[in-house]
């Protein structure tokens, strides 16, 4: 049985990872802002009134989590704001930088000490935050967010890399979220997937960015 800790786990994709881990018998620490009844009805450990972009409700969480270790840390808790070059509101921009880039730093390095060797750490991100798969423009604070989330990602996997800690850059696809307007592939199976991706991460392979599906994307 592994420990696991979800952000963002009130709904979507961050629901159905904490149902699927819990379902094959894992011990899921959901972390969210706000509990939904979805998520209160699953029977797993709920932080709630964690907002990643604040820093002191995530020392609140390092604080509740003192002395617990974690064998997985999914930072999937993120935001998105469309926009055009026409439309850009750079408040938003900023917005989504907190959640999606600075986010995942901020909760990874207070959990650090929660961590140890074996133990991995996923940060849910997104092709469109690839340079070289964009070809369609547009979005641009999203965009840049993940793209940055990439290179967070990849300094983790160097810098707790010497402690045995492996890092995943996870896709999960277009996945029908309440931030799609419901269109897409089901919340269930990106779960699935991602979960099969964390599985297969290793120290030989830290630092990748994966398609829920199993295939590496380009940076």
Not at 70 to 83: E, S, T
Not at 133 to 161: E, I, P, Q, T, W
Request: glycine share 12%.
């Amino acid at each position: 049985m592994a420990t696991v800790l979800i952000t963002g786990s009130n709904r979507g994709i961050g629901l159905e990872l904490c149902r699927h881990y819990h379902a094959r018998g894992d011990d899921v620490i959901a972390v969210c802002r706000t509990a939904s009844p979805e998520l209160s009805e699953l029977g797993v450990r709920i932080i709630a009134n964690i907002d990643v972009a604040d820093g002191d409700d995530v020392a609140k969480l390092a604080g509740e989590l003192a002395g617990v270790n974690l064998d997985i840390l999914l930072n999937n808790a993120g935001i998105l704001r469309p926009d055009t070059i026409d439309s850009v509101d750079f408040e938003q921009m900023l917005e989504q930088y907190r959640v999606n880039t600075i986010g995942p730093l901020r909760v990874t390095r207070a959990l650090r000490k929660n961590l140890k060797e074996g133990s991995k750490v996923g940060i849910v991100t997104s092709r469109v935050g690839s340079i070289g798969d964009n070809g369609s423009g547009n979005n641009y604070g999203y965009r840049a967010s993940k793209a940055a989330a990439n290179m967070v990602g990849m300094n983790l996997r160097h810098d707790l890399g010497s402690s045995g800690v492996a890092v995943a850059l996870l896709h999960p696809g277009f996945v029908a979220t309440d931030m799609t307007s419901g269109a897409g592939v089901p919340p269930p199976d990106a779960a699935r997937g991602l979960i099969a991706r964390m599985d297969e991460l290793t120290l030989e392979n830290s630092g990748g960015f994966w398609h829920a599906e199993g295939y590496r994307l380009p940076w």
